[in-house]
């Protein structure tokens, strides 16, 4: 198979240098074999014990952590000659479920969620996008280095931390994120000067993100028989004063600002249950979210979504339980996050993007939340996202990256590396 990155006679030297050692049958075969490993919330250490065998081959020296029982972190380093800056590329290794993935797709050559089948220049499976892509990118981009006989000053570190994705019992909470960010502080793992989270962003850029928090809510009132509901205290009722509220109050913080990259916040309301027997429904309990735009203070935003709870739905007989169950980097959830626009650092790894890929490589801001915050808030580490894949397609039985994105990615990864690093003399 031929390199299907840029070969542009526009394009650097640097990067004419480094595609030279580009071979897209090794890449996309660390790429399905990250794919193969089941590491699905609480199974990280499958595809840990791959990425360890890919970096000792490396020569990166990597190390394991458990960082809950049998659920390891990895790291590991690049050294350069120690006079420049250290890059560190970071991502999740678990991935979401893959329930109903084989009876989705039984009889086609996608039954199998961790085959990493090829249709249509395209590498289909559970975790390729969320986030293998981008892993075994920013590896096979230090090969690519190392192959062309680049001699950086700085270093290039890599952390690949477990309990990223939300959904099952028990996880979810960034585990892995936490205990890395405590060894670095603890001066076990060196600190980086700047970072790249490695979710799927289709080779854009994404210097900012949104903020969330999730809200559970519980209305007790007085269940009654039918036909004496006087006798009765409505939950359905106030948690219908509280939902129309609350979408209300969505309008009014959607009207307030609006961000260039992220857009404009809400409140998102995602579950209700009420009501059951034929009676006055004395339980109705509902679930949203938040989203927060940067800048936004998540005790700011969740004091005054329980107010307008509290205020709405509050009666005689009502009793209002509100919880935030999805602490990330906060207490209530996950802050929002933006580094300077203006910083050098960005401009140049979209201007390696645009090299390998033409049109990629814009300056846009996450959808999603991940663990960038982790860096910025503790660390005082820059960060952004960027790799391969579509996050439109992650945590669906559609999960699939393009080839030759993928391989862009590398070329475009490495071009990064060496200019941020800089070359040792």
């Not at 903020?211 to 009765?232: H, L, M, N, R």
């Not at 201007?351 to 890929?357: F, G, N, P, R, V």
Request: glycine share 10%.
């Amino acid at each position: 198979m031929r390199a299907t990155a840029n070969t542009n006679a526009s394009t650097s030297p640097l990067y004419q240098q480094l595609i030279e050692h580009l071979d897209p049958e090794r890449a996309i075969a660390m790429f399905k074999g990250a794919i193969a490993c089941n590491s699905v919330t609480g199974n990280e250490a499958s595809v840990v014990a791959f990425l360890k065998t890919q970096m000792q081959a490396l020569n990166l020296d990597p190390k394991t952590a458990d960082f809950l029982p049998d659920r390891p972190n990895l790291w590991g380093e690049f050294a350069g000659a120690g006079t420049g800056k250290r890059l560190l590329f970071i991502g999740h290794t678990d991935t979401v479920h893959v329930r109903g993935w084989s009876e989705h797709w039984a009889g086609d050559p996608r039954e199998d969620p961790f085959a990493g089948t090829i249709i249509d220049g395209e590498i289909w499976g559970r975790g390729s996008g969320d986030l293998k892509a981008g892993i075994t990118a920013s590896l096979l981009a230090v090969e690519l280095i190392k192959k062309a006989g680049i001699k950086l000053k700085g270093d290039v570190s890599f952390a690949f931390v477990g309990d990223e994705e939300s959904g099952e019992c028990g996880t979810g909470v960034s585990a892995g994120a936490k205990d890395y960010i405590r060894r670095v502080l603890a001066d076990e793992i060196p600190r980086p000067d700047f970072a790249v989270y490695v979710e799927p962003t289709q080779l854009a850029v994404y210097p900012a993100q949104m903020g969330f928090f999730i809200a559970d809510v519980k209305i007790t009132g007085k269940s009654a028989y039918f036909g004496v509901p006087e006798q009765g205290v409505d939950a359905l009722k106030a948690a219908h004063r509280a939902l129309s509220a609350l979408w209300e109050h969505s309008d009014d913080i959607a009207a307030r600002a609006e961000h260039d990259l992220v857009g404009r916040a809400f409140v998102l309301v995602t579950a209700i249950e009420a009501g059951g027997s034929v009676a006055v429904p004395g339980e109705a309990s509902f679930s949203l979210i938040r989203k927060l735009l940067p800048g936004e203070s998540l005790d700011e935003a969740v004091a005054e979504l329980e107010a307008v709870i509290q205020s709405s739905a509050s009666a005689p007989g009502i009793k209002i339980d509100i919880s935030e169950p999805a602490g990330r980097d906060h207490k209530y959830g996950g802050s929002p996050a933006q580094i300077p626009l203006d910083s050098p650092v960005i401009g140049l790894l979209a201007s390696a993007l645009e090299e390998a890929m033409p049109g990629r490589g814009q300056i846009e801001g996450a959808p999603y939340w991940s663990e960038a915050p982790f860096l910025i808030k503790e660390l005082n580490c820059p960060t952004l996202y960027c790799a391969p894949g579509n996050i439109s397609n992650c945590h669906t039985f559609e999960e699939r990256v393009n080839i030759e994105e993928f391989l862009a990615g590398v070329i475009a990864y490495a071009v990064f590396i060496v200019q941020y690093c800089g070359i040792a003399k």
